[in-house]
């Protein structure tokens, strides 16, 4: 059944982007990420950015969050609901899940290491974690393929979760509180079908086996390391790996659309987040996010040569994927990032290679697009509202053509990133 089929890609793509990205140029294979983008410190159009958040709520998304910084300014809003039964209404500085964006966490965490002469990036796993993948894999899939997602090895998310591959959230519910150790998680990826090694795949079980490996080579829980290592040396204050289900501080409700599939949204906000484990637990606040990528690509947080093995890319479709990072080109130049997302909350947050024009925001309900007779996904109105602030803010003055030449990808990822090449159809395949 072609639904079937391509909701069971789309969903694969659960930790990475649920909603849109634009229509983008990759850096070129092994670019390190020289060409930046030009500083963009133009006055911040407070009154642009806040249509811009009151479009995407008028669109359609329940509550929408946003900060964006130029040079010495900020600005930061939102708009539409937290929780649409109460009314209470979305605020800035709310706490949320970031899905995939922690993967940059992770990564600087293992580059720290790497600067410590405890990994190296060309090693095999089998060096640091012998019996976790068996056979020749073990010996030829190396660290650096695990962050730039060239390892080959396939997806965890629709073995967590059977039932999504039959357009049921029924696994969403039953698990919500059910604690997956990291390594079950490997395994489970480790039978998916596999892809082209050296190839960008985008796989979620590469950065649980990350983890794994930081806590082999630190002999420390990785959440730990990485929260005294990465977020307190970042000096995020509202930043964490959530130790239960439940989000600390005010903290909006998580709507899950699948689809239209399987009813009404549900609020997914309490949730056991084992499973998303080093791949994408993370809580932080958009203010924290830009901060996070200031510091980062301002290297306090790594020196410059690990930091330019970081901004080393390979062609993602549309993206030039680094380790843990992306780079996006957009019409004023290129910025640096990532997104994610998790059931009921999607998150992107990208920044000039020179950290003076940011943007980091989120909103709370996914998968809200239809699927139509044709078993396609069809792009909502909210994709091009989401675009066209991402344009405000980053390239303020790039007017209406800029924001009409930005498509949205209904397919539910990055552009050009098949989880799941084999199962999606034709018709959405890149």
């Given amino acids: 059944m072609r639904t079937a089929r391509l909701v069971g890609a789309a969903v694969g793509a659960t930790l990475l982007m649920t909603s849109v990205v634009p229509a983008a140029t990759a850096a070129a294979p092994g670019a390190p990420g020289a060409e930046a983008a030009p500083s963009r410190t133009e006055p911040l159009d407070r009154a642009a950015l806040r249509a811009g958040l009151d479009a ?31 009314g209470r209404p979305m605020k800035p500085g709310m706490r949320h899940r970031v899905g995939s964006v922690s993967k940059t966490f992770t990564a600087v965490a293992l580059l720290q290491q790497v600067e410590q002469g405890r990994i190296d990036l060309d090693a095999p796993v089998a060096d640091y974690l012998p019996d976790l993948i068996p056979g020749e894999r073990g010996r030829t899939v190396t660290v650096r393929m695990l962050l730039n997602h060239t390892s080959g090895i396939g997806d965890y998310i629709l073995g967590a979760f059977p039932s999504l591959a039959q357009n049921s959230t029924t696994s969403l519910e039953e698990e919500r509180f059910r604690s997956i150790p990291p390594e079950e998680l490997v395994r489970i990826g480790l039978k998916a079908p596999v892809t082209e090694q050296g190839k960008f795949s985008y796989s979620n079980t590469n950065y649980v086996i990350a983890g794994l490996i930081l806590e082999e080579v630190t002999g ?17 204050r509202h930043t964490s790996y959530p130790r239960t289900p439940y989000i600390a501080g ?9 689809y239209g599939l399987g009813g009404p949204p549900r ?20 203010d924290d996010l830009n901060r996070f990528y200031r510091v980062l690509l301002g290297g306090k947080l790594i020196g410059s040569s690990a930091l330019t ?8 479709g549309g993206v030039g994927y680094g380790l843990g990072i992306y780079s996006l080109d957009l019409s004023c130049g290129r910025f640096w990032g990532h997104d994610g997302a998790v059931f009921g909350a999607a998150t992107m ?8 024009r940011q943007l980091a925001y989120g909103w709370n309900l996914t998968k809200y697009q239809k699927i139509n007779e044709e078993g396609q996904l069809e792009p909502s109105p909210i994709d091009a509202a989401i675009n066209g602030h991402m344009v405000e803010a980053l390239c303020p003055g790039a007017g209406a053509d800029a924001r009409k030449a930005l498509p949205g990808d209904p397919s539910g990822s990055l552009p050009g990133v098949d989880i799941a090449p084999d199962s999606r159809p034709a018709t959405l395949a890149r």
């Fill in 309 to 316: 093995e970081m901004l080393r890319t390979v062609p993602a």
């Fill in 267 to 286: 609020d997914y906000g309490v949730y056991n987040m084992s499973w998303a484990s080093t791949a994408g637990s993370i809580v932080s606040t958009t």
């Fill in 250 to 258: 005010p903290h909006p409700r998580m709507y899950e659309s699948f």
């Fill in 56 to 86: 995407i709520d008028e669109a359609g998304m329940y509550g929408v969050y946003s900060s964006v910084r130029a040079g010495s300014q900020r600005w930061t809003g939102a708009a539409g609901e937290a929780d649409v039964d109460t």
């Fill in 220 to 236: 420390r829980d990785a959440a730990t390391y990485i929260t005294r290592n990465v977020i307190d040396r970042a000096g995020l």
């Fill in 349 to 356: 947050a990208m920044s000039s290679r020179d950290g003076k």
